[in-house]
């Protein structure tokens, strides 16, 4: 109990549910009980997840379980300020371990803040050469600010050491896409959706590419595949409506 004080939980009852928790798991190391218990409650009980991660961080810094539990419970609610506060802290305490960087761009990306995403990852080509999150959040933010040229570069050499994988597909198609080059932009979202077909971007950017063709029953088409393995996304419809508008 004395240890559960540091939780910042409220509610007297959770907390005594937490520790009784905690007893049945009879773990001796206390630091991977926590752990456990913090990972177990991600998809039962954000704020719980959060509440355990922070009191390992407090008490335990040197536990990872603590930085990663808590990063993923703050993306999860949302709380992009609490994330990029989570994975500094991890980077300056684990500098050897890639997941703090990947993580920090790909937040600043998905903020719109393509300078600092494109420094971040930068830095995670240079020191981890083998993170695809280094190329994938690289290139997209060099395309977000209209550094094609740079974008292409980094997809390049993501393509030569991580060939195959679905995000390098879609960013050469949305590269294409945004150079105003539709029949290369179909073309790799055409690949994209044969390869991966769960993946939403090979249906998007194939529609919108189709469209700019003025190759309209093809979108129309490709919308409706869409429509049948995606169900209620709101793209679908929003893609058939600019069909129907050209």
Do not use: C
């Not at 803040?113 to 994938?136: E, H, N, V």
Request: without cysteine; charged residues 25%; hydrophobic residues 45%.
């Amino acid at each position: 109990w004395r240890d559960l004080a540091h939780l910042g939980i409220s509610d007297e009852v959770e907390a005594l549910v937490l520790w009784r928790d905690l007893a049945h798991l009879g773990i001796s190391d206390e630091v991977e009980a926590l752990v456990r218990q913090a990972e177990g409650a991600v998809d039962r009980d954000r704020f719980q997840a959060g509440a355990l991660a922070r009191h390992l961080r407090a008490h335990f810094p040197d536990a990872r379980g603590g930085y990663e539990v808590g990063a993923e419970t703050a993306r999860l609610l949302q709380n992009d300020d609490q994330v990029l506060a989570i994975v500094l802290a991890a980077a300056e305490r684990f500098p050897n371990l890639a997941w703090p960087v990947a993580l920090s761009a790909r937040m600043n990306f998905e903020l719109g803040r393509y300078k600092a995403a494109g420094s971040l990852a930068a830095d995670l080509r240079k020191r981890f050469p083998d993170d695809a999150s280094g190329y994938r959040f690289g290139s997209a933010a060099a395309r977000k600010q209209g550094a094609f040229g740079e974008a292409e570069a980094i997809l390049a050499a993501g393509e030569e050491r991580l060939s195959g994988e679905s995000w390098l597909l879609a960013e050469q198609a949305l590269l294409a896409n945004e150079t105003s080059n539709p029949g290369r932009a179909f073309e790799l979202a055409s690949a994209l959706r044969n390869a991966y077909p769960d993946e939403r971007y090979g249906y998007e950017i194939a529609s919108a590419s189709a469209r700019a063709l003025r190759r309209f029953d093809e979108a129309t088409s490709i919308i409706d595949d869409a429509e049948t393995r995606f169900g209620s996304h709101v793209w679908p419809v929003i893609e058939a409506a600019w069909i129907a508008i050209d």
